[in-house]
């Protein structure tokens, strides 16, 4: 017999311990006074009982890459995610920038917000989670994330000087925690527009993605998995229909944004070109250029509603297309495949929808803009005008 109780408190008689199924040698011991942790295959232990209560630990469990602890009084505990665990050496490449391969994550939905009571446990983060290192004498500045599919197309990107919230993390020496929704980066929302169809692009499906982590000058890669709901009766091709429908409303979503970021740039180039001296006096182009905007106010009001401040506003001003795409997606993306035949009916009908107003807009940059910039430059009008509003041109002899 070996006595391998080195790092134990006296009083902390053993109750409990567990081997961890992935890592050799690493053991988690349940106590009368809390939870200990070896590394050593029990060799040395020491203690590991983060935010536990000191109370008796009568048994453990690892399930599903979680460690669960069974109290004497104090309720179940759940440590969510052991891959930083499993993953810890007391070594020096703990002291270099380095990012820990994630754990599978899986398509399922949730939420990670606490419950009513303050004393209810909080859920797991929602996606894939990635914890990394960050070395104390490091410039944290420096520091920022790209997450790419197996083709190597970019989808997402965090750093901690973004200005985008939702690009944004957090950093601080030692160890630290990236979480991604799997949620790709897609059109900015329409500034001003308020939508009840969301501004959330879709998720992405299950597939194998790489997580690069730019550091210093150099990068550190991991691949990582996401996958289907496993408790799910679904053929693949059923789970696949579902994604590529995602798509193609997300890409048609996408295209109506920068739409309608063309149409307000055309419009008010003509806007304030009508304001200059040399078209006021041009009765045709002035024409042309109001019916042109006439037109581009015409399909952006079949596009977007700008009317909507806040979600009441809709019994006023209807939702428009771009709201209709993205409620049909937030359905499908929320129920589990095979997609309904009510689903890709409604899809059809708004992808349909968009294919029109798509063929109008091309139709006015190809015809009636391309039009209107011909007779602008027939007519020699200087692109830059040094005249003021309302001066009259001196003609010298």
Same mark, same amino acid.
């Not at 408190?9 to 006074?33: C, I, K, N, Q, S």
């Not at 009513?116 to 894939?128: E, L, V």
């Not at 009765?283 to 399909?299: A, P, Q, R, Y």
């Given at each position: ?26 053991l988690y ?12 295959d ?23 890459g ?6 004497? =009084? ?13 993953a ?8 270099e ?10 398509? $399922?939905?949730?939420?990670g ?9 909080? #859920? ?43 690009k ?9 925690k ?21 501004g ?30 496993? !408790? ?30 063309r ?9 304030q ?17 109001k ?5 581009l106010d015409?399909?952006? #009001?079949?596009l977007?509603? !700008? ?38 009916? !409604? ?6 929808? $968009? ?15 391309k039009?209107? #910039?011909?007779?602008? =430059? ?20």
């Amino acid at each position: 017999w070996e006595r391998r109780d080195r790092g134990f408190a006296d009083e902390a008689h053993v109750r409990t311990v567990r081997e961890d199924p992935t890592r050799a040698g690493l053991l988690y011991g349940g106590t009368e006074t809390g939870l200990y942790i070896s590394y050593t295959d029990g060799k040395s232990w020491m203690p590991f009982q983060l935010n536990l209560p000191i109370v008796p630990i009568t048994d453990l469990l690892v399930h599903h890459g979680d460690l669960i602890a069974a109290t004497q =009084g104090r309720a179940f505990w759940i440590l969510d995610d052991l891959t930083p665990v499993r993953a810890w050496s007391n070594t020096d490449q703990m002291k270099e920038a380095h990012v820990h391969a994630p754990a599978v994550s899986y398509l $399922w939905g949730g939420s990670g917000r606490r419950g009513a009571s303050p004393d209810m446990g909080k #859920n797991p983060d929602y996606g894939t989670v990635a914890y990394f290192n960050v070395p104390k004498d490091l410039d944290s500045d420096s520091i920022s994330f790209l997450i790419t599919d197996e083709a190597g197309k970019e989808l997402k990107e965090f750093s901690n000087n973004a200005k985008k919230k939702s690009k944004q993390i957090k950093i601080k020496p030692g160890l630290n925690k990236l979480v991604w929704n799997h949620r790709p980066d897609g059109e900015e929302m329409l500034k001003g527009l308020f939508s009840l169809g969301g501004g959330q692009t879709a998720k992405v499906g299950p597939g194998l993605y790489k997580l690069k982590m730019l550091v210093a000058g150099d990068t550190i890669s991991t691949d990582f998995e996401i996958a289907e709901d496993p !408790r799910l009766e679904v053929t693949p091709e059923k789970i696949a229909e579902k994604y590529k429908l995602l798509k193609d409303l997300e890409m048609a979503s996408d295209d109506l944004s920068e739409t309608v970021k063309r149409i307000d740039l055309v419009r008010n180039q003509i806007l304030q070109f009508n304001k200059r001296d040399e078209i006021k006096s041009d009765s045709v182009l002035t024409k042309n250029g109001k019916e042109i905007m006439s037109e581009l106010d015409s399909l952006e #009001n079949q596009l977007v509603q !700008r009317k909507q401040k806040t979600f009441q506003d809709v019994i006023n001003f209807p939702n428009q297309l771009d709201a209709k795409i993205r409620h049909i997606q937030g359905l499908i993306q929320q129920s589990y495949p095979p997609v309904t035949m009510g689903q890709k009916m !409604r899809s059809d009908d708004v992808l349909g929808e $968009w294919a029109e107003h798509k063929t109008t807009w091309n139709r006015l940059l190809g015809t009636v803009i391309k039009s209107y #910039n011909e007779e602008i =430059g027939n007519r020699n009008i200087p692109f830059i005008s040094t005249d003021l509003p309302g001066q009259k041109k001196v003609i010298k002899p």
